[in-house]
Each structure stands twice: as structure tokens, then as C-alpha cells.
């Protein structure tokens, strides 16, 4: 008798490898019928099939994305909720530093493109950039502020500390626990969120005692922040 076996792997799993036995543990002929399913023919013996499925390959449509990256879901999770895009329609720009107008147009968008009270004064803000909403959402929630009184510097880039500082305060997130690292001064403006972030799996460390807050924060750790901090939001 031909028998068929149907393989239905959850979402973002695929079929790893598919094994039929007899009852001495001899591998039957499997065909492969297309559409997940597989055939073979019924020896005179009970039988036994063992599925193993793998995580599916991440593919984001980005050359500089590899599927085995620390970010490609990050990065798919993101383009996937319209939070940003490529530098082109192929690269990503994964080791691009993220500057301050990138992270709050991130931050502004996860949350759902809210509409500013009013806009910006910042003399370094056009009304019509594309952050020019976002950074007035921004100031207005007190996720940050300008570089000065008049100026926000949209281009300059963001460090780790502060990129988990704004992250912080857009989900008005607290921390009951103390991160211990060497470069981290207890009364710095980033601990507490740092704090939160490494109690959260929003991120750790660069090493085991250091956090490195003053480093460029590049595009792939920012989405990746975000995509940990947003899970299930």
C-alpha cells in the first residue's frame, strides 16, 4: 500500500529532514510528492516517522542582510511594520551610524505615527524633513531633547547610551535591578535605562563589564533594540 505523509511545519519553521522506519529501524525510500508531501510503500511492519523542522531562513530582500545576521529579523520586523527601510532598495546599511533624527522617526513610528501637538522650533528641523513630526512627538513625550535651546542637530550620530535612554522613556519603562558595568557611572543619565534594557533582553552588554554608551549606536543595533523592546507590543 502507498501511504502519504503530509508535513505541515509552523509559520517560520521549514522541514529540516523526514525519516520513515520499519520495525528493525531500516530506512524506507521516501518520495518527495511536492506540496509537503512524501510517499512510500507500507512494508509488512508497524512503522515510524520522525520529522525535525528548523527555523526558517530570514529573508529581507537586503544584499548586506544575511539570513544567519544577529539582526535580519530585526530588520524584517521593522521594514515589515513600515518603522524604516533601506538606505536603497538593497542595502540595509546595517553598520551605518543611526543618527538622532533616525532613531526618534523609529521610536515616533513604532508608536503608531502619533499626530504633534505642534510642530518643532528648532532651526535645524525643516517642516518638511521626514523627522520633522517625529521630533516634535519626541520633545513633546520627553523622550529627548535639542543638542541646544534652538538646535536638535538631527544629523549627529546617536550613541548606545542614548538610543536606550530614548527607548526608555517612549515605553516608559523601569528597572528593579542594577546592570554592573565598569563604564557605567551610577548617577549617568543613561543607568537607569541601561539598567532597564539589560533586565528586559532589550540588549547587554559590549562585554561582560563594559556597555560601551559612548560608542556609535549603528542602524542594526537600533532596530534590533527596538524589535526586542516592542515583542508582543
Known amino acids: 500500500t502507498n501511504v502519504t505523509v503530509t508535513v505541515k511545519p509552523n509559520e517560520g519553521y521549514e522541514l529540516g529532514s523526514l525519516a520513515v522506519k520499519d520495525a528493525s529501524g531500516n530506512l524506507l525510500p521516501l518520495a518527495d510528492l511536492g506540496n509537503g508531501k512524501f510517499g512510500f510503500v507500507m512494508p509488512a511492519s508497524k512503522v515510524s516517522v520522525e520529522a525535525e523542522f528548523v527555523k526558517s531562513a530570514v529573508s529581507t530582500g537586503f ?35 543611526c543618527t538622532r533624527a533616525q532613531i526618534v522617526t523609529f521610536l515616533w513610528r513604532a508608536a503608531g505615527s502619533p499626530e504633534p501637538k505642534t510642530a518643532s522650533s528648532f532651526t535645524d528641523v525643516s517642516a518638511s524633513a521626514y523627522y520633522a513630526k517625529a521630533v516634535a512627538w519626541a520633545i513633546e513625550n520627553g523622550i529627548t531633547n535639542g543638542m541646544t535651546e534652538t538646535t536638535f542637530a538631527p544629523n549627529a550620530t546617536c550613541t548606545r547610551g542614548q538610543s536606550v535612554t530614548f527607548l526608555h522613556r517612549a515605553l516608559k519603562g523601569t528597572a528593579s535591578s542594577s546592570a554592573n558595568f565598569t563604564d557605567v557611572k551610577s548617577d549617568a543619565f543613561y543607568a537607569d535605562a541601561i539598567n532597564w534594557a539589560v533586565a528586559n533582553n532589550v540588549t547587554n552588554g559590549t562585554s561582560n563589564t563594559t556597555f560601551s554608551p559612548n560608542a556609535d549606536c549603528t542602524r542594526a543595533e537600533i532596530v534590533t533594540f527596538l524589535y526586542r523592546a516592542y515583542q508582543g507590543k
Not at 544577529?70 to 538606505?87: E, P, Q, R, S
Request: without cysteine; aromatic residues 14%.
Open 63 to 97: 544584499a548586506d542582510v544575511p539570513a544567519n545576521a544577529f539582526f535580519a529579523d530585526a530588520v524584517k520586523w521593522a521594514v515589515d511594520k513600515g518603522i524604516t527601510n533601506g538606505l536603497s532598495d538593497t542595502m540595509f546599511g546595517p553598520y551605518e551610524s
